[in-house]
């Protein structure tokens, strides 16, 4: 675990919770189990606490607290648990802290007590500033609730603050798109997060599509949307910086995406560059010691597991082995990831990056030569146009940035 002392980890905390659950929604989340959340909150900062003792508590660089509806607990709960995340590891004093917030909780007081809990960057997620698409979509809030809920956390002091978007929506008219983002680009938001919507098996809006009550979205109407995004932020002066994600610059901005004065996302700046990370909670991933795993699902399964498992673990582990991990209780399963999947994944996470990827910093960081490796697969993806090289940075080709995964399958392959 010395690695991670010196790398320091990025921890993602998920929260089940959701007062309703979205019709489009995929994510391991519930509705109408508010009575287990203290137990889940127990449970959590005991698995916290546990596997801090396991790792020997490294440094924690970011946090990310992700669900669900993580605004949904209690209030004081995410100050109890970032209490437990201080106790069980090194967390930085700048650490970069991330609640996702759902409008209609973000009132004055809410909003003042997240950053007096130790919260300094909020995502809000927005989705739209049509009221008739909040409706498909199941949304508690509508458009001016929206931008109340983002004049609130600016008010209350917030200086880092993420706005999500979904576009390729049923019924969304290219017309209804460049409105909502202009009118979310006028607020002048930190940060922007813009999704293709994805219609996924098992959600009531997949079933709503199949049985004809609501068009197949339009892929290519949402090509058009994606680059009028492009134009559109980039005219506002935001920097595209992944796939799709934006930040706007402040005034000491520097070219190293790390740079605390940047406000690209730090703890997504982890996963996409391939650094370790812990996640905790039911559902959650983690990518540590040369293995992926994940929690259990079900939250009442994990409330007990989480529990059963800390209370046997009384120091530091000296290696992630699987055997181990078998006996982690709230794990419900894992993957060894070897020096080619370890190889593929730094390549098509790191291109994902709009910047580049720089194959001298990778390759040391990887112990391999990532441009040998990949010599031939590089060289078609150029020859192809898909890539664009200079020194030692490749980058995808501005025409790749909506068929990436071509590109990154030749990894993969």
């Not at 202009?182 to 098992?202: C, F, K, M, N, W």
């Not at 992926?292 to 529990?307: H, I, N, Q, T």
């Amino acid at each position: 675990m010395a690695s991670l002392q010196a790398t320091g980890i990025s921890l993602y905390i998920h929260v089940p919770f959701c007062q309703t659950k979205c019709p489009y929604c995929d994510f391991n989340t519930y509705q109408g189990i508010e009575g287990l959340m203290g137990p889940f909150v127990d449970a959590l900062e005991a698995e916290i606490a546990a596997w801090g003792r396991a790792l020997g508590g490294p440094p924690v660089n970011t946090v990310f607290f992700g669900g669900g509806t993580p605004s949904y607990l209690p209030d004081g709960d995410l100050g109890q648990i970032m209490e437990a995340v201080g106790e069980a590891f090194d967390l930085r004093g700048d650490a970069e802290v991330t609640v996702e917030a759902n409008p209609g909780d973000l009132t004055p007081d809410k909003a003042a007590s997240l950053l007096r809990q130790g919260i300094n960057r909020i995502s809000v997620g927005v989705q739209s500033l049509d009221n008739d698409l909040l409706n498909l979509l199941g949304r508690r809030h509508d458009a001016d609730g929206a931008l109340a809920a983002y004049r609130t956390v600016k008010a209350a002091g917030f200086e880092n603050v993420n706005l999500d978007l979904i576009y390729g929506l049923p019924r969304q008219s290219l017309e209804q798109w460049q409105d909502t983002l202009l009118r979310l680009a006028d607020q002048g938001p930190e940060h922007i997060s813009l999704y293709a919507l994805t219609v996924e098996e098992g959600t009531p809006l997949h079933r709503w599509v199949e049985r004809g009550e609501v068009p197949h979205p339009d892929t290519d109407l949402a090509a058009d949307m994606y680059h009028h995004a492009r134009e559109l932020l980039g005219e506002r002066g935001y920097h595209h910086y992944e796939i799709s994600n934006w930040y706007r610059p402040g005034p000491a901005s520097q070219p190293d995406l790390a740079s605390t004065t940047d406000l690209a996302s730090r703890h997504n700046l982890a996963y996409w560059r391939n650094l370790p990370y812990l996640g905790v909670g039911p559902g959650a991933h983690s990518s540590l010691g040369g293995y992926r795993f994940w929690d259990m699902d079900p939250p009442r399964g994990y409330v007990a597991a989480a529990r059963e498992w800390a209370s046997g673990v009384d120091g530091p582990v000296a290696e992630i082995t699987g055997e181990w991990l078998g006996s982690v209780g709230p794990v419900g399963g894992y993957e060894a990831i070897d020096l080619d999947l370890a190889a593929a994944e730094t390549m098509f996470l790191g291109l994902r990056l709009l910047d580049g990827l720089d194959l001298r910093e990778a390759s040391d960081r990887m112990g391999i030569d990532l441009a040998t490796r990949y010599e031939s697969e590089i060289s078609e993806l150029l020859e192809l146009g898909l890539l664009v090289k200079r020194d030692t940075v490749i980058r995808l080709h501005e025409s790749a940035y909506l068929i990436a995964n071509q590109v990154f399958t030749r990894f993969l392959d």
